[in-house]
């Protein structure tokens, strides 16, 4: 199965698109510290902003800023 | 009269340091968790005459123990056995926080949760069916308001409940893991044969063992290494069976749980969007603008703090504006006025006693100058450090910190370091102290030493005094007076940032910044109890660890003004030890064009609290206003500028490396520190001065 089709980087998506998170390319404990925050795969995101700097994003209620480090290797599918 | 134990647990901004507050009335003791710099709140309140005894916990997304605070609080719960835990959660966000209640609830039966800002969620018209999370947690669930004060009695009437039993859990909570069951069970059994953990509830240490949780599993390596492998087997089996990594099983489990318990108990009215929030955030997150406005904003603030505490500059602008006995009285009333005076009030009244009761020489003085005074010393930080403290609490309370750290971030990074390295820079404006102990907010332990250790450069606001008399002193131009400050300033935050990154890479070899991970939490207006509360227990924190210290060095210093090779010298400053030393450091001041003993004595005062320095020059040339002491000794433009670079940057004063020690904890660190600020302050003034030199200014 080809995992990265149809996926891109949560770091490219534009403000004010909406996702659904399929993969997170990190260490086992970074996420599981991503998943109990709840950056689930599964789990639908928006994007508040994403300019220069960290990319801002609302998921479970909750609005979280991530580096554009993480957010390059959370892999979501467009909605 | 009945004891109890009441723990308050919870994610980080859901309301857990409010409701403590609220409950404990801020009769609270605040302390460090042992061996960690982890700040830890007791307090105490009586309901129907039962003491219910109040330990705060560490504010953590989950129990997994993967960082201190986590550690912290599973241990809490685990070896006090706490007669109740509180849980708090978020009405406006339940998706979120009800994540640590299952937790909590897979750990311990004793729960009672509160539903805090049910006001928040009433106002966006979310309704929550309490009774109907009740029956499938099982535990008493009290909707309250810990801001508005709505619901506190009868939380603690359902604590008490529960703590006599009644009303809780028979046994833990069981979330279903999606076919890991029959592995759980099988691992919960091998740990009741070979009787290993036993102070953890069973099942929930066979979960753990399948989520990979580190600490339990060194706690079995230390008790039964034998039965590893055989858990590592089943691991693998369950793995294999499954298909799935097994630690996102058992999360994505507890969340489908909680979905379940969202989508049949609250009922969203209206998709209320907190409009003022996102349009206040396109501004405050912008690349450009954020950064703009976060500083414009801290300045401001800054700005009215140090009128608040030594009138300046208000002093100044009514002087100009020619309202020139307002302006003293401005300063006068300012706090720091106030308390001088008081100071100075009671130092001579006791020596006027003291020389009544036929006292005489050394111990009026020791009394008199060095205790009292050391002592007004300690107190004339305090309004400082809770002014500090006031804004930083409001800045976090009010949501603008984290938007301030997202938008400083990509500057940031450049150096090494995260957004969030920007709020010890900001706390250092107002007073190194309260800058050192905020490093205590970051997640990263190695971000929170590099800044503890650098944010003393960022000249705080006794320094800015300093710099101002030195700026008035040797010119009377306002601009040129206006341009040293402005420099020593922009400087300031240039080496923040550039030693920052040296410290980075030389001592703790870090290649990257952490990468930022933060809640932003909704903008609202900062509640008073709160930022008091903040301030005042810090402030009571800091006085409590730093003050003997303070005192101790404050006297020391004392004696060494004080008494020369002939003894008890009654104001003979020319003839004493700070003196003697002075003279053998004058060699290396005067390398930085201030060839003088009483400039070497002058940074010796300097270092117990900065407006020391000025005292110094009053007392060695008779000349009581500062800015004429300065003129006396003849500072030139050119030394004038050699010496504000050394008096910026070098140690700040002893309570901040009181703070250093209690911070860092590492002597190597600290010394450290010391060092890297001392070579700055001479390095800089040197080249300043040889380089004017050059130039041909004196
Ligand atoms: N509307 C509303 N706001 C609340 C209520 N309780 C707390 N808040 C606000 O929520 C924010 C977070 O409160 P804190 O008490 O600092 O939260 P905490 O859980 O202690 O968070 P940490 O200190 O980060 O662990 C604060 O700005 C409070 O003013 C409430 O009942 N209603």
Known sequence: MDHNQGLVPLSIMRSGQRGRIITLNVGRGQARRLMEMGLLPGEIVDILSNSAGPIIIRVRDVTLALGRNIASRIWIEAM | ?698
Not at chain 2, 280 to 294: A, C, W
């Open chain 2, 1 to 698: 009269m009945a004891k109890i134990l009441a723990a308050l647990a919870g994610t980080p901004n859901v309301g857990k340091s409010t409701l403590f507050n609220r409950i404990t009335g801020g009769d609270v003791h605040v302390a460090n968790w042992p061996g960690v710099t982890l700040q830890r709140a007791e307090g105490k309140t009586v309901h129907h005459g039962i003491e219910i005894n109040i330990v705060d916990l560490p504010g953590t997304y989950s129990l997994s123990a993967r960082d201190i605070g986590e550690r912290v609080a599973r241990d809490f719960i685990v070896r006090k056995k706490p007669d109740v835990l509180v849980v708090v959660v978020d009405a406006t966000s339940l998706k979120k926080s009800l994540y640590f209640a299952v937790m909590a609830l897979e750990l311990y039966t004793r729960v009672v949760i509160a539903l805090n800002m049910i006001d928040a969620a009433d106002k966006r018209g979310i309704h929550i069916d309490v009774d109907g999370m009740e029956a499938k947690l099982g535990v008493p669930i009290v909707p309250i308001s810990a801001l508005k004060g709505i619901g506190i009695g009868v939380l603690l009437d359902r604590t008490l409940d529960v703590a006599q039993g009644i009303k809780t859990r028979k046994e833990l909570l069981k979330v279903n893991y999606n076919g890991l069951e029959p592995y759980i069970y099988k691992i919960e059994k091998i740990l009741k044969n070979e009787n290993a953990l036993n102070h953890y509830p069973r099942i929930w240490t066979a979960i753990r063992l399948f989520e990979g949780d580190e600490v339990i599993v060194e706690e079995l390596r230390e008790e039964k290494p034998e039965l590893l492998p055989k858990i590592e087997a089943l691991k693998e089996k369950a793995r294999l069976e499954l298909g799935e990594d097994l630690g996102r099983l058992a999360i994505s489990s507890r969340y489908s749980f909680i979905d379940d318990i969202t989508k049949s108990s609250v009922i969203e009215v209206r998709l209320a969007a907190p409009s003022f929030s996102e349009k206040l955030d396109r501004l405050m997150l912008h690349p450009l603008l954020g950064p703009i406005i976060s500083a414009f904003v801290i300045l401001i603030t800054f700005f009215l703090i140090f009128a608040i505490n030594t009138g300046f500059p208000l002093n100044l602008l009514l002087e100009y504006a020619g309202y020139k006995e307002l302006a003293s009285l401005v300063e006068e009333y300012s706090l720091s006025g106030i308390l001088g005076s008081a100071f100075d009030l009671l130092s001579s009244g006791i020596k006027a006693w003291m020389t009544s009761i036929g006292y005489s020489g050394w111990t009026v003085g020791l009394l008199a100058d060095g205790i009292i005074d050391s002592l007004g010393t300690l107190i004339s930080f305090v309004p400082l450090l809770l002014l500090a403290y006031i804004f930083l609490g409001a800045m976090q309370d009010s949501g603008l910190f984290p938007r301030a750290a997202v938008s400083f971030d990509s500057l940031f990074r450049k150096f090494g370091l995260s957004g969030k390295a920007f709020f010890p820079a900001a706390l250092g404006m107002g007073c190194s102290v309260a800058a050192v102990t905020s490093t205590r907010a970051m997640d990263d332990d190695r971000e929170r030493r590099v800044t503890a250790m650098t944010s003393p450069l960022i000249p705080c606001q006794a320094r800015l005094l300093v710099l101002l008399t030195i700026a008035s002193a040797v010119s009377s131009d306002p601009l040129s007076q206006s341009a040293l400050t402005i420099f020593i300033y922009v400087l300031s935050f240039i080496l923040y940032l550039l030693t920052s990154n040296l410290l980075n890479k030389l001592v703790f070899k870090i290649e990257y910044a952490p990468d930022l991970l933060m809640e932003l939490p909704p903008y609202h207006r900062p509640s008073l109890r709160v930022v008091w509360w903040y301030a005042r227990s810090n402030t009571e924190h800091f006085l409590r660890k730093a003050g003997l210290l303070i005192l101790g060095l404050g006297i020391v210093t004392w004696f060494l003004l004080n008494f020369g090779s002939l003894g008890y010298l009654s104001g003979d400053i020319a003839n004493s030890f700070a003196a003697y030393i002075g003279n053998i450091l004058s060699p290396i001041t005067s390398l930085i064009g201030l060839p003088d003993w009483r400039y070497a004595l002058a940074f010796e005062v300097g270092f117990v609290a900065k407006e020391g320095l000025l005292i110094t020059f009053s007392s060695v040339t008779g000349v009581s206003d500062p800015v004429e002491a300065l003129r006396v000794i003849g500072l030139t433009p050119l030394k004038g500028v050699s010496m504000a670079l050394a008096m910026s940057y070098y140690v700040p004063c002893m309570a901040t490396v009181a703070a250093l020690i209690t911070e860092l904890r590492v002597g190597r660190y600290v010394l450290l520190t010391i060092l890297m600020e001392l070579m700055i302050a001479f390095v800089l003034a040197a080249t300043a001065y040889w380089t004017g030199l050059m130039l041909g200014f004196t």
